[in-house]
């Protein structure tokens, strides 16, 4: 009987918390004990792929860019690679905290983390629109004139008043670069890590050569192509709420614990999620759901133990059974 394959999207949350500097010290141990919460489907018999977000990380190594050229006239180094040094890094954190787990419940398991690129269209509407910020907060004048030396496009910062940040396209994900060996790795019984903060966007040129665009590709969308791609049987969210809620904050605040493809539509058309925070995830998962999937849950990583975690999503749904 083939193991079930699961795509588990690990949130930010899980490796930096908001209230923490970022130190390595934290960071270790956010990621230890997220992946403590993933031996429960290990043992379930699941094989996992584990992507990530590098939000807090590649910003700190954007402002790393700045500190080099501005104090020491090194050679900044572009987005993608910005992107794909963040991914090695945590993806090298992650393998290495994942062992560590491992070795304690005495799980022997390989586990390789894979530099992923993912394809985007270059025409897509959201290079006439950059929205994803990035980066350092600047002063007006200095954000004016990083506009005229590189063409960098910035907006003003909603968190620090009369800041502004510099702002990038988020495309939409085409394709996964290497599927078949990410795929081929988790069926044989390895753990891999790859897709990390949404993947390096590239596209391809009329020869088929490999290109790179300033962007950043929302890893939430990411996880669930891949997910669909690899032909994952279900896709996991792991983020700070045990529950997706409707009205979350409200006195009118309900937990969805079980929601079919069709309901969880007319909520998100009815706004009923946040667009800067629950939204994106529910239409990731609806995503995954639209391309064969069978469930995507969306939960915090201590509640995988509990067999009725988290809120559920699927094309049809059969509370008894899913409760099972």
């Not at 104090?71 to 572009?78: H, K």
């Not at 985007?120 to 002063?139: E, H, L, M, S």
């Not at 996964?176 to 890590?193: D, P, Q, S, T």
Request: overall charge negative.
């Amino acid at each position: 009987m083939m193991q079930k394959l699961a795509v588990v999207a690990l949130g930010g949350n899980a490796l930096l918390r908001d209230t923490e500097t970022g130190t390595i010290e934290e960071q270790e141990r956010n990621t230890t004990d997220t992946l403590e919460n993933l031996v429960h489907l290990i043992n379930d018999g699941y094989n996992l792929v584990i992507t990530h977000g590098n939000g807090p990380q590649v910003g700190n190594i954007l402002m790393r860019n700045d500190a080099g050229e501005t104090l020491y006239n090194i050679s900044p180094m572009p987005l993608d690679i910005c992107v794909a040094d963040s991914q090695g890094g945590i993806g090298y954190m992650i393998e290495r905290m994942m062992r560590n787990v491992l070795n304690k419940h005495g799980i022997d398991k390989n586990i390789i983390s894979v530099i992923s690129m993912v394809t985007v269209d270059p025409n897509d509407t959201a290079f006439q629109n950059p929205t994803k910020r990035i980066g350092k907060i600047y002063n007006e004048t200095d954000a004016n004139q990083l506009n005229e030396l590189k063409g960098w496009q910035f907006k003003p910062s909603p968190k620090h008043q009369g800041g502004w940040q510099r702002v990038v396209p988020s495309p939409a994900p085409i394709d996964i670069l290497n599927k078949e060996i990410i795929e081929n790795m988790v069926r044989e019984g390895n753990i891999v890590i790859a897709a990390g903060g949404g993947g390096i966007p590239v596209y391809l040129d009329e020869e088929k050569n490999v290109r790179t665009v300033d962007a950043v590709i929302d890893k939430d969308m990411t996880s669930a192509l891949l997910a669909s791609t690899i032909h994952a049987d279900e896709f996991y969210i792991l983020t700070d709420v045990p529950f997706i809620y409707k009205d979350f904050g409200l006195p009118s605040q309900k937990k969805l614990e079980f929601l079919d493809y069709a309901e969880t539509i007319q909520y998100l058309n009815n706004g009923t999620f946040g667009e800067g925070s629950m939204a994106p995830k529910i239409k990731a998962c609806l995503k995954f759901i639209e391309e064969g999937g069978l469930k995507s849950v969306i939960t915090e990583a201590t509640k995988l133990e509990d067999k009725s975690y988290g809120s559920k999503i699927t094309m049809n749904y059969d509370n008894q059974k899913l409760a099972e």
